[in-house]
């Protein structure tokens, strides 16, 4: 079966890009927790749009993307960044999701470009807490920009909105798009 979206890998990896640029842009409103999540999700969304991965690569990708979600919020409760950073180690965890469901195929890292979200046994588990985080992510980006008053202001409230709907748009396409 053909992926819905054929260019959904890279259409992730260039949310994950602008994400990472905006966040890297918003430099002292970021701590280095959520600069690092920012940069290694758009590292392993680059290596998914790359592609040529087999389950090892998968498993790998998802190891890296849950320890950077966990290192995402060390240190980080109680200051004005701390919804930010747990809303990337959401994203990163979704992510991680997604690269876990394509070990668990035993195929490629676009494995699941080819086998949908559909499966059964652990990658149809994967799948439906793939869809309900990315489902979940949405909905914080859109309550964040339209019910809770802003943290930053500015330039680095601009950059953290920019970063913030990339993320969901990212997820979203990695959702749909396969």
Known sequence: MDPI?????????L???????ACVAAWRAVPWQGRQSALVMAAAMLVVAAGGGDAARGLLLGAVLLLSAM????????????????????V??????C???SASSGAST????????????????????GIVGVVGVVLW????EWFVEPVHEGRAAKMLTIESWAMAAGVAVMCLGF
Do not use: E, Y
């Not at 240190?75 to 180690?89: D, F, K, L, Q, S």
């Not at 980006?141 to 964040?144: F, M």
């Open 71 to 90: 290192l995402g919020t060390i240190g980080v409760r109680g200051t004005p960044a701390a919804a930010a950073c747990c809303h990337r180690a959401l």
């Open 15 to 21: 949310a994950a890009l602008v994400s990472a640029v």
């Open 92 to 97: 990163s965890l979704v992510m991680a999701v």
């Open 5 to 13: 979206l054929p260019a959904a890998p890279w259409l992730m990896a």
């Open 141 to 144: 980006t859109v309550v964040a």
């Open 110 to 129: 676009d494995a699941v470009a080819t086998s949908g979200h559909a499966g059964h046994g652990l990658n149809g588990v994967l799948s439906i807490i």
């Open 99 to 101: 690269a876990f469901q």
